[in-house]
């Protein structure tokens, strides 16, 4: 299929060059550029793996807490630190 370009004066010169070493026609140079270029765009990029970190989320609970009453348990850990804060001044 023919159509019309406007390729920069510098790449067309480096495509001539070659075109001349390799002694293949501008066209073809210019195609398997072209297709290697789309197939580059196209790849899904390399992602880096996510990673987590463990933190510490403060002392252990008592044994047998029954989680059912998490609201409770985060009142009273709550006032803890309330009265911690207290306690310094704070």
Same mark, same amino acid.
Do not use: C, Y
């Given at each position: 299929? @023919?159509?019309?370009?406007?390729? *920069?004066?510098?790449?067309?010169?480096? +495509?001539?060059? @070659?075109?001349?070493? *390799? =002694?293949?026609?501008?066209?073809?140079?210019?195609? %398997?550029? +072209?297709?290697? =270029?789309? *197939?580059?765009?196209? !790849?899904?990029?390399? @992602? @880096? %793996?996510? !990673?987590?970190? %463990? !933190?510490?989320?403060?002392?252990? +609970?008592?044994?047998?807490?029954?989680?059912?009453?998490?609201?409770?348990? %985060?009142?009273? +850990? =709550?006032? *803890?630190?309330?009265? !911690?804060?207290?306690?310094? =001044?704070?």
């Amino acid at each position: 299929m @023919r159509t019309t370009l406007d390729i *920069e004066v510098s790449i067309l010169k480096d +495509l001539k060059e @070659r075109a001349h070493q *390799e =002694g293949t026609p501008i066209k073809k140079l210019v195609n %398997a550029a +072209l297709k290697k =270029g789309l *197939e580059e765009i196209s !790849r899904p990029k390399a @992602r @880096r %793996a996510f !990673r987590v970190h %463990a !933190r510490s989320l403060g002392k252990p +609970l008592p044994p047998f807490t029954n989680l059912d009453k998490a609201l409770q348990i %985060a009142d009273m +850990l =709550g006032d *803890e630190e309330i009265l !911690r804060k207290m306690s310094l =001044g704070k």
